[in-house]
């Protein structure tokens, strides 16, 4: 007598029906984040070589602000220290609620997703020493080439990959708020140049605050703020960057409704906490944050062929490339591999390693984290700063393109996954393939996850 054999494992398998419509949700919005933050780029760029270029560095080194917990900042500095902060509060809220509630709380999910980033973070980063390894001062700008910007990524796939698998989707949200994650405690760990224990001391007080407050019901944004911007204001002076305070305010969030709250179809009060602030500070983030840092941080001066030649001969530069369009891909791609060899899972039937390939390989294009570790590596207005951020634009635009090249060779694959995806014949406004399995039963799949 045989026992029966268990099903392989499979990778990349279709999600249930709520946690890929609220993907889908959080993908749709990234990807107009995505066009504004282009937009912001593309304007940067082309103001930053115009006869009012001037004007440009007027604006970028205007200060404001008080004196206080040195925040008399230039325009350039408020962006990166004080806009990102709104990014990574709302990256920190996802990725909390990936961990309590979604995909990231299940272990054997979260294994490729996780390990795909590791991979993506370790391979660019030796290959950017390799590449720039002896000169001077280089070894700085490791980390650059090591983040994933989604809402690029999102855009391209909005022109390129529309008809792209969910499960797909959601690996690469994960990937990169996995990113996010790990960009934050690289900035934490390697680009604190000095620290100051009484604001800090003081910055975990006002953090504490705010959580117990939020834990309590609190939703009212003038309790909430005082406190969120004391925390913010006050690691900016402990000299750890600003920016890690949005993730540690975004932790301090419960991601479960509180007991008793009423679960109105769509009142706020049926949302838990994190969902109901990453639902109010999303677009804040994608339409306002991010784009107006790109704004200020994405204009340089190219200098026509042979300036954009100088700059890209750089090993800096040069470094920050090869690990966007070569590191990246290959560090995702051997760290999935791996998982999939060590714990002997399958590809999902209907997809093909050259699709893993394609998302590896746009995983590359790097923007606003990586123009922030630029800045930190190197200094606002050093003389690399230029060099690195044509870099980045220069690795980016490679990577989208390469991307685009695969997704569209694939799209016939990807028409067919989203028409069974996508069909609805009993017209209850949930897609046939969620609710029956394989063997065409009822799979109970719909409840969302507790």
């Known amino acids: 007598m045989t026992g029966a054999v268990s099903a392989p494992t499979r990778l990349f398998g279709r999600n249930s029906w709520p946690e890929t419509r609220r993907i889908g949700d959080i993908l749709r919005r990234e990807t107009v984040g995505g066009a504004l933050l282009l937009a912001g780029a593309v304007l940067a760029i082309a103001w930053a070589n115009s006869p009012w270029a001037g004007a440009y560095h007027t604006v970028q080194n205007t200060e404001f602000g008080p004196d206080a917990l040195h925040l008399h900042l230039d325009a350039a500095t408020w962006a990166s220290d004080g806009l990102l902060a709104i990014f990574f509060f709302v990256a920190g809220l996802e990725l909390k609620r990936e961990l309590v509630a979604g995909d990231l709380r299940d272990r054997r999910k979260a294994a ?28 700085a700008g490791w980390a650059i080439p090591t983040a994933t910007d989604i809402a ?109 709250a009423r679960a109105s179809a769509g009142a706020a009060g ?15 983030s994608a339409g306002v944050a991010v784009p107006v840092f790109a704004l200020l941080s994405a204009g340089v001066p190219i200098g026509g062929l042979d300036g954009l030649a100088r700059a890209l001969g750089d090993p ?29 899972a399958e590809l999902d039937e209907d997809l093909v390693w050259l699709d893993i390939l394609a998302l590896a390989i746009l995983a590359g294009i790097g923007f606003t984290v990586s123009l922030l570790i630029g800045e930190l590596a190197f200094g606002l207005g050093s003389p690399r700063e230029d060099h690195v ?29 989203c028409a069974r995806e996508t069909a609805d014949t009993d017209h209850d406004g949930v897609p046939d393939v969620y609710q029956c399995d394989h063997r065409g039963q009822r799979s109970g799949r719909l409840e969302p996850p507790d």
């Not at 051997?334 to 060590?342: G, H, L």
């Open 112 to 139: 490729v997703p996780v390990a795909a980033a590791v991979g993506g973070v370790i391979v660019p980063a030796l290959l950017y020493l390799l590449v720039s390894h002896g000169v001077e001062g280089a070894a």
């Open 152 to 260: 690029f990524a999102l855009a391209v796939l909005a022109v390129v990959g529309g008809l792209l698998p969910s499960a797909l989707r959601t690996f690469l949200l994960t990937l990169a708020v996995v990113d996010d994650l790990l960009a934050i405690v690289i900035i934490a760990l390697a680009y604190t140049a000095h620290l100051a224990f009484l604001p800090l001391l003081l910055a975990l007080v006002s953090l504490g605050g705010f959580g117990f407050l939020i834990r309590c019901r609190a939703r009212s944004t003038w309790l909430l703020l005082p406190l969120a911007v004391a925390t913010w204001a006050l690691v900016h002076a402990s000299g750890v960057h600003a920016t890690v305070a949005g993730v540690l305010l975004a932790f301090a969030v419960p991601v479960r409704p509180c007991p008793g």
């Open 270 to 284: 049926s949302l838990g906490p994190a969902e109901h602030l990453e639902y109010r500070f999303r677009p804040i």
């Open 316 to 344: 800096v530069a040069l470094g920050i490339i090869v690990g966007l369009v070569v590191g990246k891909p290959i560090g995702i791609m051997a760290a999935t591999w791996a998982v999939a060899r060590f714990t002997r």
């Open 389 to 417: 951020t044509l870099a980045i634009l220069t690795g980016s635009l490679v990577a989208g393109s390469l991307a685009t090249v695969i997704l569209r060779i694939r799209n016939q694959a990807y028409r067919r996954i």
